[in-house]
């Protein structure tokens, strides 16, 4: 065989294989994209006032015995004021109230099997943060598209927090599951 220049020669343009062609056009798809066609990709949403002592939560749980895994898509939401700190952690308690998922396929009928809960009180026993960053005024989208896995008997929560004054903030969760 014979042994090919891996460089460009001046008289000699470079070589190129057209993969996407009108006739034979590629398709890509998002893992969201074809978990939401399956019916498995799910959201969860909460707003409310934020303040010292009256944090945002929500939080995500794959009950022990589930059978899936939980993999996190995205965290979206906003704040009205700068200096929201928002936290996403692994575990921890909370005592919230249920919140409703949605199946983003709203043709399809297949419900989730995590439980979703909202709570205006601080995360508590062991929680592990996982990232943290302060927010500027304004949406904002964190795009995990399922790198965060979220096995049976674990939790996922998202937290808004202000060091002084108060400042409204929705968040929401968006995953797949199987």
């Known amino acids: 065989m014979?042994?090919?220049?891996?460089?460009n020669q001046i008289d000699n343009p470079l070589y190129t294989q057209q993969v996407n062609t009108y006739i034979m056009p590629g398709?890509?798809?998002?893992?969201?994209?074809?978990?939401?066609?399956a019916g498995m990709l799910f959201g969860v949403n909460f707003a409310s006032?934020?303040?010292t002592a009256a944090p945002l939560v929500l939080q995500i749980t794959n009950p022990s015995g589930s059978?899936?895994?939980?993999y996190?898509?995205?965290v979206l939401g906003s704040a009205a004021t700068a200096a929201v700190i928002l936290?996403?952690?692994?575990?921890?308690?909370?005592s919230g109230t249920a919140v409703t998922k949605?199946?983003?396929n709203f043709g399809s009928t297949a419900v989730s099997v995590m439980t979703a809960q909202s709570a205006t009180t601080a995360v508590t026993g062991s929680p592990v943060t996982v990232s943290s960053m302060l927010l500027a005024a304004g949406p904002f989208v964190i795009n995990y598209t399922g790198s965060i896995i979220v096995p049976p008997n674990t939790s996922f929560t998202v937290?808004?927090?202000?060091s002084s004054g108060t400042s409204a903030a929705t968040a929401s969760i968006n995953w797949w599951e199987y």
Do not use: C, H, Q, W
Not at 2 to 7: I, P
Not at 159 to 162: E, G, H, M, N
């Open 102 to 104: 949605v199946n983003l």
């Open 2 to 7: 014979a042994n090919y220049s891996v460089f």
């Open 27 to 37: 398709i890509d798809s998002t893992p969201e994209g074809s978990a939401s066609k």
């Open 49 to 51: 006032t934020v303040t």
């Open 72 to 74: 996190v898509s995205r």
């Open 67 to 70: 059978g899936k895994n939980m």
């Open 159 to 162: 937290t808004a927090t202000l």
């Open 87 to 94: 936290t996403t952690i692994k575990n921890g308690t909370v």
